[in-house]
């Protein structure tokens, strides 16, 4: 298929509305999965993130980093287990954590994007208290059906954003870029999943759109059939999908997330599959969009 100049011309008038709409606004991306580790799909979506820029939007973001602090865990010889998807992370693993997130994942992304002409800044929830934290407790149950609680070390929940770190950040012209470490109330550093991060980033900064690439192309009704894919989702409906084991394993704290942030006052929130190049762009830009929309 030959692509004209006014093929071309069409596509910029399709985004026109879009570009309308959202100029001046946030919008929370939550980079995560293959648009993380292939170098191709990461390059697209800077390419992405750096053109919402130029139009006008304020596009945040937030990361993750499990592959590389996995990597890095492996090199110094140290094991790691988890326990309900969460690490669990003693004060040597945190500091391969912190090593890994705000020293490598972070600049790589804040170089990236410069790369491609915008400005970014890298930041942690350390920085000006952005997050702060505190341990987070997880329930468990013995073979007798009673309640324990589980300690899996440095592992956070939020407490409190500050978000006039980041509109300071956004006043001067730049890309946040935040990894998920949150500071707790003596000075120590939590790990804190990604996901929830974006979800409260986005509450806090009141964002028009919170957007989470992962490695899926949506939420299927049928896992095994590729043509029930649900292109919207009410929040109402989440906990029955849960239950019934449809939304399972990495896939829920997305949906909390995306509903903790619906309710909060976020306009829309995304979850859309980040192996696709330019899927940023698909979802913003285009009539039909991809992926699932959680909606209020």
Known sequence: ???????????????????????????????????????????????????????????????????????????????????????????????VVEMVLAGKVNKEIVSLINKYGASAIGLTGKDGNLILARKKVFKGKNENGEEFDYDIGYVGEIVRINPEVIGSVISQGYIPVVAPIGA???????????????????????????????????IFADPDDKDSLISSLKVSSIQGLIDSGVIKGGMIPKVQCCARALLGGVGRTHIIDGRIPHSILLEIFTHEGIGTMVVK
């Open 1 to 95: 298929m030959v692509v004209t100049p006014l093929d071309k011309a069409n596509v910029l008038i399709e985004a026109l509305p879009y570009i309308k709409e959202f100029y001046g606004k946030t919008i929370v991306i939550k980079l995560g999965g293959h648009a993380m580790c292939s170098p191709e799909l990461k390059n697209a979506v800077m390419q992405d993130i750096t053109l919402m820029k130029f139009v006008g939007m304020n596009p945040v973001v937030v990361h993750g980093g499990g592959p590389e602090i996995n990597a890095m865990l492996q090199k110094l010889g140290i094991k790691t287990s988890f326990v309900q998807g969460q690490r669990v992370t003693d004060e040597e693993t945190m500091n």
């Open 184 to 218: 707790g109330e003596k000075g120590e550093s939590y790990n804190i999943n990604a996901d929830y991060v974006a979800g409260e980033l986005a509450v806090a900064l009141k964002a028009d759109k919170l957007v989470l690439l992962t490695d899926v192309e949506g």
